[in-house]
């Protein structure tokens, strides 16, 4: 089915490890990007990108990193986690900025243990 | 700044019609979304509005007013399934979304 997927759902991992999130959209949607989201605040934009290899900051970008080498995937890493990186990770594409709405894969519950 | 409003919480009755608002603080107003999204799971589109007035879409409707900075979501015929967070959001001048915290909709029987 067509959709946009992310893995994992859930996952526990410790202060200091690298952690990676992925997300696929079958699509092909120029544009996807990666949220956060916490108890009491809006959807917070990590990085965004508008097609292969290009990618760009958020509003809280530090200590994350992105990648968009294929249209279809585009991985969110941490490189070194801290606790305040728990959180739950939410993919989105959309078709252009404009006009458009986003639609959101179904999120990974990130714990930093 | 860039801000959005909207209340915490509301509670309405299965039936019944709940009207919720939103006011926002958004340079280079581009349009206004609204998503929903239910406990545990991702956001889902509901509407978008550029131009004032009111947009309906079956049991669901939202308004626009671009000179008041306000909008409100309206809900008909409540079911229980409407229990769910309503997020509103805001387009800026450079396409970038400014999300409300949302509010979380309660439906009693």
């Known amino acids: 089915d067509a959709g946009i997927t992310q893995s994992p759902r859930y996952k526990i991992t410790e202060t200091g490890r690298q952690v990676t999130l992925m997300c696929h959209q079958t699509?092909?949607?120029?544009?996807m990007f990666w949220y956060r989201q916490d108890l009491g605040h809006g959807l917070r934009l990590i990085y965004y990108?508008?097609?292969?290899?290009?990618?760009d900051k958020g509003e809280v970008p530090d200590g994350y990193v992105v990648s968009r080498s294929k249209t279809e995937n585009f991985p969110l890493t941490l490189e070194s986690a801290t606790r305040s990186q728990t959180s739950v990770y939410f993919c989105?594409?959309?078709?252009?900025?404009?006009?458009?709405?986003?639609?959101f894969g179904d999120g990974t519950r990130l714990s930093i243990l | 700044g860039q801000n959005i409003d909207q209340p915490t919480e509301m509670t309405a009755t299965e039936g019944a019609i709940v009207q919720i608002n939103c006011t926002y603080q958004?340079?280079?107003?581009?349009?206004l979304f609204w998503y929903q999204q239910h406990a545990g799971e991702a956001p889902t589109f509901l509407s978008y509005?550029?131009l004032d007035g009111l947009e309906e879409k079956g049991r669901f409707s939202s308004f626009l007013s671009r000179s008041k900075g306000y909008s409100y979501l309206l809900l008909k015929e409540l079911q229980m399934k409407d229990s769910a967070s309503y997020l509103c959001?805001?387009?800026?001048?450079?396409?970038?979304?400014?999300w409300g915290a949302g509010t979380k909709l309660i439906i009693k029987p």
């Open positions: 699509w092909s949607h120029s544009y």
């Open positions: 958004t340079s280079g107003f581009n349009g």
């Open positions: 990108s508008a097609a292969a290899d290009i990618t």
């Open positions: 989105a594409s959309s078709e252009r900025l404009y006009n458009q709405p986003q639609h």
């Open positions: 959001v805001s387009m800026d001048s450079n396409y970038q979304l400014i």
């Open positions: 509005n550029v």
